[in-house]
């Protein structure tokens, strides 16, 4: 469909660019003033739990629906995403899920909430998510690669069993119960319905995402990833593009990250949130620096984070994301109840 769109002199590759952009930029202003973050339902304050927990569901279920209707109709075909594999790294995604999920309680917010929290003036975040995209870099195609390929190794092969898709009853009937779920769930929340909307708004840019990448810019020619909401990655490749501009071109996750960070700092700057915040005497700087380590490991043996592995995995009923998202809830209530424990707790988290 790409050459329909008589975008003279584009390629797919730099349109991609944009639209990573376009949904980054929409990402930023919805997450920064719904205070978008899973961890914030697992280790915020108790107060706040709930609700958070709602507009996440919210967002889910607009995800999920979002894209299985845009499957179904065939816009789409999904089945080549790495999450739908047959060969199933179950040890990966359970040692990356539960130590993503750990390190996003001691950074105080996962990758996507860290890109959000940079835009707003948060040194301590900017910090995190350098050292988190250095981890994940390294993961993936550094030091640590060999490493990731060896536990990636160990696999399951599931067959055909790749997705709820595969489950009798098939993607709709399994697509509803959950939406349904995850919609009764949001509206008992105690969230309000402005947040709820925001949550819903964030959930409807992953089938966009796909639907972006997967068949407005299609082009047989010209191939490019299929892809939608995912920070890891964009960490990564933001990161890579950042020190090496020349050699490398810009992709959608370097467009996704930027955008992210834009909408994050104009929505702030409308606001009048806008509040340079550094590490401070008082501050866990080992405690939020450990945890950007772990999310860069964990994010990349998982998966994907909360975002790419949870909203966008999870959209596609992916049982590899299931298992992700699974973990890193596991993960994380895990550091939380460490971490109320103060006479339990590591030297690590309490360390400046």
Known sequence: MFHELGLAGWTPQAAAVVLGAVLG????????????????????????????????????????AGTTAIAGAGLVDLASHRLLSARLPAVAI??????????????????SRLTVLAGTGNLRAVATLVVFAVLAHATLKGALAPGRAWIG?????????????????????WAAIIVAALLVAAVTSRAGWRDLAMGAGIGALVPLGWLGTGFVLHDEFAPIPLETLAFTSAASEGLFWWVAGTAVAPTFGVGLLAGA??????????????APTGFTAETGTGRYLAGGALMGVGGV?????????????????????????????????AARVLLDRPA???????AV
Do not use: N, Q, Y
Not at 99 to 109: D, E, N, S, T, Y
Not at 154 to 172: E, F, N, Q, R, Y
Not at 344 to 350: I, S
């Open 25 to 64: 930029l929409a990402f930023g202003l919805l997450a920064e003033r719904s205070r978008f973050c899973l961890r914030r339902s697992l280790a915020g304050e108790p107060g706040e739990r709930g609700p958070a927990l709602g507009v996440w569901a919210a967002a889910l279920a607009i995800a999920i």
């Open 94 to 111: 359970v040692a990356g899920g539960l130590m993503f999920g750990a390190g996003m309680v001691l950074a105080r917010g996962c990758a």
């Open 153 to 173: 190794g160990l696999v399951i092969d599931t067959g055909k069993v790749t997705s709820l898709a595969a489950v009798p009853g098939g993607a709709p009937l």
């Open 261 to 274: 960070i834009a909408g994050s700092f104009l929505s702030a700057l409308a606001a009048r949130r806008l």
């Open 301 to 333: 043996l998982a998966g994907g984070c909360t975002v790419g592995a949870g909203l966008a995995g999870i959209s596609m009923l992916s049982l590899a994301a299931l298992l992700a998202l699974g973990s890193i809830i596991a993960g994380g209530v």
């Open 344 to 350: 339990r707790r590591p030297a690590l988290m309490t």
